[in-house]
């Protein structure tokens, strides 16, 4: 069974660019979420998406957004880029169930200048 | 505000111990408790689970306690070897549902 898969693995942007980063879950899992990881500030939760809706949302600006289509894959957004904005971007899928596992992908670093 | 803390940025211990890494929360009441490895660079691969009512859970040299009226889970790693150098990290479901990780424990394993 194939993992996680998340394209492009590295992304170099200019500042007040934008960017989309895919996420292609798990065959199966319906549940896709976003972290965002800094050295700083560990693995923050962006938002996460259940069958096409977004079903929790972490503090983040508005200028992070996210989508998911009938096909469980997501994408995620962020627009006018910020220095501070450089990360890893991690993608998460999980199985139906309550207590079940995340399956991470490798991760998009992300890196504005 | 809930929160999730590991006590130790990074722990160095000698190969062949036991790693014990700690994991406390406030403010939540979790119907269960996991806990993840990330090696740099990528993301985090689930190692156990270990519900509310169960008060400790063993796969191979990885045991885990979770004891919620001292809201903590002790994650420990018995035989360490160097392969075992990693980040680990605790995660918990909180009231809004979503998965929300500790900044983790950089646990490094010395030859």
């Known amino acids: 069974k194939a993992g996680v898969t998340q394209t492009p693995r590295y992304l170099i942007k200019t500042r007040g660019q934008q960017v989309t980063l895919s996420c292609s879950p798990i065959?199966?899992?319906?549940?896709v979420s976003w972290y965002q990881q800094t050295p700083g500030q560990g693995l923050q939760f962006l938002f996460e998406y259940f069958s096409e809706t977004q079903r929790n949302k972490g503090n983040f600006p508005g200028r992070f957004s996210g989508r998911q289509f009938s096909n469980s894959r997501s994408e995620m957004n962020v627009s006018t880029l910020e220095l501070g904005d450089s990360a890893l971007y991690l993608c998460?899928?999980?199985?139906?169930?309550?207590?079940?596992?995340?399956?991470f992908g490798q991760g998009t670093r992300l890196t504005v200048v | 505000s809930q929160k999730i803390e590991q006590n130790s940025e990074a722990l160095n211990i000698q190969e062949g111990k036991t790693a014990t890494l700690t994991c406390n929360y406030t403010?939540?009441?979790?119907?269960?408790l996991q806990w993840y490895r990330q090696d740099p660079g990528r993301g985090p691969v689930f190692l156990l689970l270990i519900r509310e009512n169960e008060k400790e859970k063993r796969k191979e040299r990885l045991k885990v306690t979770f004891d919620t009226t001292l809201k903590q889970s002790l994650f420990h790693i018995t035989a360490s070897q160097p392969a075992d150098s990693a980040t680990y990290l605790c995660a918990l479901r909180g009231s809004a549902r979503q998965l929300t990780f500790g900044s983790g424990t950089q646990l490094t394993v010395l030859p």
């Open positions: 065959s199966g899992h319906r549940s």
């Open positions: 403010n939540y009441s979790p119907a269960y």
């Open positions: 998460a899928s999980r199985p139906p169930g309550e207590a079940t596992e995340a399956f």
